[in-house]
């Protein structure tokens, strides 16, 4: 299984508002009729501004060679890059291929979210964390037995772990939401105070895997599943 993740980032002004508005209305439904659902569609909040990161599962890249060739054929799809072309919102693209890890909640296409956060509203910290060849898949092994545990006891939601197919790789890439920007704070804090974060956070420093890590503060969008 693998996930497609876009970032499209748009020039400053209003036309990043204009582009999201088409996409909701005509590229979106058009996509998910060849290619199924997104999984999730944000902006950014914090981080490079003018952002839409959106998210889609397939089962098999077979599975999204077709629809991509159906999308390519399908009349929506022209009136969509026709005006798309005409706003002339975006300034770039990216795309990249991930594979989740084996504790990643998510795990086949179409899984619906199940949210268990409090309240209505979201914010996801999605971050990526970039390591020296060779050197990641000690640093997992090290998270996904003693790492996760730990911020589960602490974070909110888990939604998302995955490493790099294609584009750049030696990657991680996951996500937590969070009611509010103030309950992660809240939360993160506390993580960062219990003993058991530090002996982790020194036994994967031992390791010297990382080289950087980044991250975005991001909100769904009205049609987002992830919400």
């Known amino acids: 299984m693998f996930l497609e993740q876009r970032m499209y980032t748009a020039h400053p002004g209003g036309k990043f508002a204009e582009w999201l508005k088409l996409y909701a209305a005509v590229a979106n439904p058009t996509s998910a009729k060849h290619l199924g659902p997104l999984m999730g569609a944000f902006t950014t909040e914090f981080g490079p501004l003018n952002r839409f990161v959106f998210m889609r599962m397939y089962d098999d890249l077979a599975h999204r060679d077709t629809g991509m060739a159906a999308r390519e054929a399908d009349p929506d799809w022209a009136t969509f890059r026709g005006e798309s ?6 300034a770039q693209q990216e795309n990249k291929l991930i594979t989740p890890v084996p504790w990643s909640p998510v795990q086949k296409a179409g899984q619906p979210f199940v949210r268990t956060l409090p309240g209505s509203t979201m914010v996801v910290d999605h971050r990526t964390y970039d390591f020296h060849p060779g050197k990641m898949a000690g640093w997992l092994a090290a998270y996904g ?8 006891k602490h974070l909110g939601q888990f ?3 995955g490493t790099t197919e294609v584009g750049p790789i030696n990657q991680v890439v996951f996500m937590w939401a969070y009611e509010s920007l103030a309950t992660r704070a809240k939360q993160r804090g506390a993580m960062a105070a219990d003993p058991a974060w530090g002996e982790f956070a020194k036994m994967t420093s031992a390791l010297g895997a990382l080289k950087q890590q980044t991250n975005m503060i991001i909100k769904p969008t009205a049609f987002s599943a992830i919400k």
């Open 85 to 90: 072309g005409k706003i002339g919102a975006l």
């Open 145 to 152: 037995e003693t790492g996760l545990a730990i911020q589960q």
């Open 159 to 161: 939604l998302f772990m």
